[in-house]
């Protein structure tokens, strides 16, 4: 290969995004640059042709990663240096370090401090009350005793959950101390063993808006915060190097709060609960969001939910596009391909002020989850359900084989569509009930 060919390097050291991943690489190859991956030895090897160059790379300081960076430079001109995952890992938030790495090599990086603060919850809401920007009452806590003073601080209801992770894991609502208790013994105790415990596995310290260091031991410290009731949704934004453009709304019709995960079962965009200046209210709060935890060159997913008398209140930011069917909601409402906006602000190369809607038509989005985790013997139903009127694609997210599922969301089907009405995506939703069936042992 010749010398300074232009490329982008990928850096990663779990699989959990991994088709993000390569579609990513994909559209950095369509580009013409060469996609090279520096991979941890217990990331799995991607398929042919995704990627140009691969190497094992175990070493995620600074330090190091700047000699990868260095490495690599020697013989390609680096365009971009990308990390889809930004979640933290038995070797850290490695999203931190590698922006750290980028910048000193002059390539567009995100900001260090926003990855910590929108994968560690409790410092998430630390700097919006910083910032003068809503936010219900909350406290770190680390046993019963000082879970049971702070409930009695911020009043019942309230919300118990580990300060990172994904997937909706161990997410408990406490009505009395009672259930306070229980479900803080159950969470210290099962934290470390759930499917994504991977994520809960890095102690750090970090400062909080205040200066003051605090040291956080993921799988032994815990949010507690106020229960926000009223209608959930989640904002998908974009963030660059100038500003936050709220993108899409998706309004959650049917979600199930179950002791340990909050399962998210039925969502719609254009959202109908929401009048046009209610729907401005929640995108200018998001921007806020973001602008407040200074996030850039990232999609975000917002998590809220509207509370009476109050309005949009925020439950969670995550530094990265949603899951589920957000890729083909951003695509069908906006034309937007996120890999391809993923490698334009890694490369400086967003240059679009505005995203106009294409079209206002309701589509809805409706997911099945096992109903614990076991062996996945096979889903029977799927073909007839993607026959159903308006249904654009089904997709068995999971192969046969063992499933995870007792103590976080396990996307196993996900369902697209497009709809005349909201009592059509209710009906469909309702037949699709009735035609999957999965077969466990």
Known sequence: M????????????????????????K??????????????SNVES?????????????????????????????????????????????DGLIAAPLA???????????????????????????????????????????????????????????????????GSTLVFKCDNEEHLLRYTRQILERLPHVHFNELNAFSHFH???????????????????????GIEFSVECLADEEEVFPLLIHEKLRIRETPGVVYEDLLISPPTSFNP?????????????????????????????????????????????????????????????????????????????AYPLRTTALHAMFFFFPPRAGFLKSVDGLEKISKLPGVLSVEQSYETGPIYGDEEECFLVQCWMKAESLQQVYDTYERSLKQITMHMI
């Open 100 to 166: 750290e790495a980028a910048k000193k090599a002059g390539l567009r990086h995100h900001s260090t401090d926003a990855l910590f603060r929108t994968n560690n919850k409790y410092l998430m809401r630390d700097m919006l009350r910083h910032a003068d920007c809503r936010t219900v009452a909350y406290a770190l806590i680390q046993n019963e005793k000082e879970a049971l003073t702070a409930a009695r601080q911020i009043g019942y209801p309230v919300i118990l959950k580990p300060i990172s992770g994904a």
């Open 277 to 353: 200046s209610q729907q401005l209210e929640i995108k200018k709060y998001a921007a806020r969001i973001a602008k407040a935890l200074h996030l850039k060159n990232t999609f975000a997913h917002i998590e809220m939910r509207w509370e009476p008398g109050v309005g949009p209140q925020v439950i969670e930011v995550n530094p990265r596009i949603g899951g589920g069917q957000v890729v083909q909601s951003l695509q069908t409402f906006l034309g937007i391909d996120p890999y391809e906006v993923e490698l334009d602000l890694m490369m400086g190369t967003h240059g679009k002020r």
């Open 27 to 40: 559209a950095a190859k369509k580009r013409g640059f060469l996609a090279l991956f520096a991979k941890s």
């Open 2 to 25: 010749s010398k300074n060919r232009e490329a982008v390097l990928f850096v990663e050291n779990t699989n959990i995004r991994k088709q993000y991943l390569y579609s990513v690489a």
């Open 46 to 90: 991607p398929p042919d042709g995704i990627f140009d160059i691969i190497i094992d790379w175990d070493a995620f300081t600074i330090s190091d990663l700047e000699k990868l960076i260095t490495s690599f430079s020697k013989t390609y001109f680096l365009k971009a240096v990308v990390n889809v995952t930004r979640l933290f890992s038995r």
């Open 207 to 229: 400062a909080l808006a205040s200066g003051h260091v605090v040291f956080f031991e993921p799988n032994a410290s815990l949010l507690l915060e106020k229960y926000i009731s």
